[in-house]
């Protein structure tokens, strides 16, 4: 049982690349998370699907974009990669989204970006 | 403005003692309260979650608590392992329209043998 899984672990960019950061969840959860991390500072939310067919921006969206292609993945895309965007990214899902309730969030082990 | 604020920021223990993390949070309105554990290069792992009407819940030598009127909660940690060294993050979640989450920075805790 893989839970949420991550690709890649790691990743370096030079400024102005793209890439696509990859999810994919094996627990039959409706929702999913993208969240970043940076020290000194809280989890926060950057994009998030409720259900499948839908996506919402979050605290920080500004130079990203995502795709929810199925229920099990949710994948996260940088257009145009700045420094400001080196953090760990980490992708979560649940049962149910948080507007519902409850449901604890599960996460994936994140992917350390550094953009150069 | 929905806080939540996280004392002390890192912590040093020996293996075998006790220790008491604090949550304090401002959020408003008030759904739930849960506790995750981060252990290093890992992704937050959900401990134990604090509803309204629950003063004290407990998760093997993990105790968890809730003052809802001066809106505080704590992690209370027994007979320390080194297994527990990890950051440990308190997030709230609002009972609004968004059913927002509002993560804390975390305590860094780190048992020594």
């Known amino acids: 049982n893989a839970g949420v899984t991550q690709t890649p672990k790691f990743q370096v960019l030079k400024t102005g690349q793209s890439m696509t950061l990859q999810c994919a969840q094996d627990m039959n959860h409706n929702s999913m998370y993208w969240y970043r991390q940076d020290p000194g500072m809280g989890l926060r939310l950057i994009y998030y699907s409720a259900s499948e067919g839908t996506t919402d921006k979050g605290e920080v969206p500004n130079g990203y974009n995502v795709s929810r292609l199925n229920k099990r993945e949710f994948s996260l895309r940088l257009e145009s990669a700045a420094p400001s965007q080196t953090s760990v990214y980490f992708c979560a899902s649940s049962v149910l989204p948080t507007v519902a309730g409850g449901s604890p969030l599960h996460f994936g082990n994140g992917t350390r970006l550094t953009v150069t | 403005k929905n806080q939540v604020e996280q004392s002390p920021q890192s912590l040093i223990i020996l293996e075998g003692k006790n220790c008491t993390l604090q949550c304090n949070y401002t959020v408003s309105p008030f759904s739930n309260l849960r506790w995750y554990k981060q252990d290093t290069g890992r992704g937050p792992v959900s401990l134990t979650i604090?509803?309204?009407?629950?003063n004290t819940k407990s998760n093997g030598r993990y105790t968890a608590t809730l003052d809802a009127d001066t809106k505080q909660s704590s992690l209370h940690i027994t007979a320390s392992q080194l297994s527990d060294s990890a950051s440990y993050i308190c997030?709230?979640?609002?009972?609004?329209?968004?059913?927002?989450?509002?993560f804390g920075k975390g305590t860094k805790l780190s048992v020594k043998p």
């Open positions: 997030v709230v979640r609002s009972a609004g329209s968004q059913g927002n989450l509002i």
């Open positions: 604090m509803t309204f009407s629950e």
